[in-house]
């Protein structure tokens, strides 16, 4: 079993910094990507930024300059560090990855995809 556990959301007030950071544990024998998705009320899940493995980054346009992902391979963890948050950037986060649990599983490209729970962050005055 795999799990994601995410921390670091909360309040803060328009043009303030946020770092959310999320942790694999469990039967874990590669990652493929990892990386984060929001929600606001209302509105379909999105993509906010990615990371492979390898260090290849992907980021959605209206987060590019302001937010930055990063990793700890050693740790098979990810971190979002967001700056010059907006009432806009208000949404749950949730923290995704894509692992393989076995040798065979990673030869076969069988990956599990998993989510976290969620954080919540609010941008507001």
């Known amino acids: 079993q795999v799990q994601l556990v995410e921390s670091g959301g909360g309040l803060v007030q328009p043009g303030g910094s946020l770092k959310l950071s999320c942790a694999a544990s469990g039967t874990i024998f590669s990652i493929l990507d990892m990386g984060w998705y929001r929600q606001a009320p209302g509105k379909q899940r999105e993509l906010v930024a990615t990371?492979?493995?390898?260090?290849?980054?992907n980021y959605a346009d209206s987060v590019k300059d302001r937010f930055t992902i990063s990793g700890e391979n050693a740790k098979n963890t990810v971190h979002l560090q967001m700056n010059s948050l907006e009432p806009e950037d208000t949404a749950v986060y949730y923290c995704n990855a894509r692992v393989t649990v076995t040798y065979p599983d990673l030869v076969n490209n069988r990956y599990l995809e998993v989510w976290g729970q969620g954080t919540l962050v609010t941008v507001s005055s």
């Open positions: 990371m492979t493995s390898g260090g290849s980054i």
